[in-house]
């Protein structure tokens, strides 16, 4: 699980794709934390993202780091903890303007069940499970 953390963190930027009804959606997104051992992505819950998350919460990752792609595949999972959200604002400080950890807005995910599989035009691809 290190190593997809530090894969997603790396590239800064990943996409995040949700399932609304029957329609796929799909958003970049640049928050990634590892937190007692799990990795975790915030959002707010007045987001359309979160409403989409809490209906399904099957959720795939995806991000580009100029040579190796990866995806990752898993459950997000609401963590409601305030010290789980601050733990996520404290990685991302630029973020607490607009996020409080209990502010009743701020909402954390960790992933459950997960498998990232990194891939590349000239090697084998990876597959980690957490």
Avoid at 36 to 44: A, R, S
Avoid at 47 to 64: D, I, T
Avoid at 69 to 90: C, F, K, N, P, Y
Wanted: contains cysteine; hydrophobic residues 35%; negative net charge.
């Amino acid at each position: 699980m290190k190593e997809v953390y530090e894969f997603l963190k790396k590239c800064n930027t990943y996409y995040l794709a949700t399932v609304e009804g029957d329609q796929a959606r799909v958003r970049p997104f640049g928050t990634i934390d590892m937190f007692e051992d799990k990795l975790y992505i915030q959002t707010g819950k007045v987001k359309e993202v979160s409403k989409q998350m809490m209906a399904n919460p099957k959720v795939e990752l995806c991000a580009f780091n100029g040579q190796e792609w990866i995806r990752v595949a898993g459950t997000a999972v609401e963590d409601s903890r305030e010290e789980a959200q601050a733990h996520m604002l404290e990685s991302y400080p630029n973020l607490q303007a607009m996020y409080k950890p209990g502010d009743g807005n701020t909402q954390v995910f960790y992933l459950k069940d997960a498998t990232a599989v990194i891939s590349s035009f000239t090697a084998e691809p990876k597959t980690i499970k957490f």
